[in-house]
């Protein structure tokens, strides 16, 4: 666990040096959230020669905080989806998005994320990715995060 809250204070340290000052305030994600994510069988550790170098989430819809969206709709709404949540690496890492989607895709058609509006770093890696922008939506806390979707069509 030690390894993987280095790497979430590795990825804090990036927000913070990118401007995104608000996003993933102190003691998030906490040990206990990554725990959670992990005894839902959707907490993953990225590693390079052993070593832990980026986490991911990924888990099974529903979302609560997906169920209502604001200023605009999502992709289908009657389709089961995964969801990612907290995408982290060390700032020396290269690729780690990019792996990320290739592991969800291969696993679920119907994805959806959600950013702080000031993470512009990963606005611009989900936009790059195919994901179409679809609202706004509110997290437990209030806090606002930009929500977007990919739907990849069955290719048969």
């Known amino acids: ?3 993987i809250m280095k790497v979430m204070d590795a990825a804090r340290k990036i927000m913070r040096q990118s401007g995104n000052i608000h996003q993933w305030g102190e003691g998030y994600p906490s040990e206990d959230v990554i725990i959670s994510d992990m005894d839902k069988h ?3 550790v990225i590693e390079d020669g052993g070593r832990i170098v980026g ?3 990924f888990l099974p819809s529903p979302e609560p905080t997906y169920s209502k969206i604001y200023n605009g709709k999502w992709l289908n709404d009657t389709e089961s989806y995964h969801v ?3 995408i982290a690496s060390y700032p020396d890492v290269h690729g780690i998005f990019s792996n990320v989607m290739d592991y969800c895709f291969s696993h679920e058609s119907n994805v ?3 950013t702080h509006r000031d993470n512009t770093i990963m606005q611009h890696n989900i936009e790059r990715h195919g994901f179409t922008y679809c609202g706004i939506i ?3 806390s209030g806090d606002e995060r930009l929500a977007y979707q990919r739907v990849v069509e069955n290719e048969q």
């Open 84 to 86: 990612i949540h907290r």
């Open 55 to 57: 986490y991911f989430a």
């Open 112 to 114: 959806r994320i959600d």
């Open 138 to 140: 509110y997290l437990a």
């Open 42 to 44: 959707g907490g993953f």
């Open 1 to 3: 666990m030690a390894e």
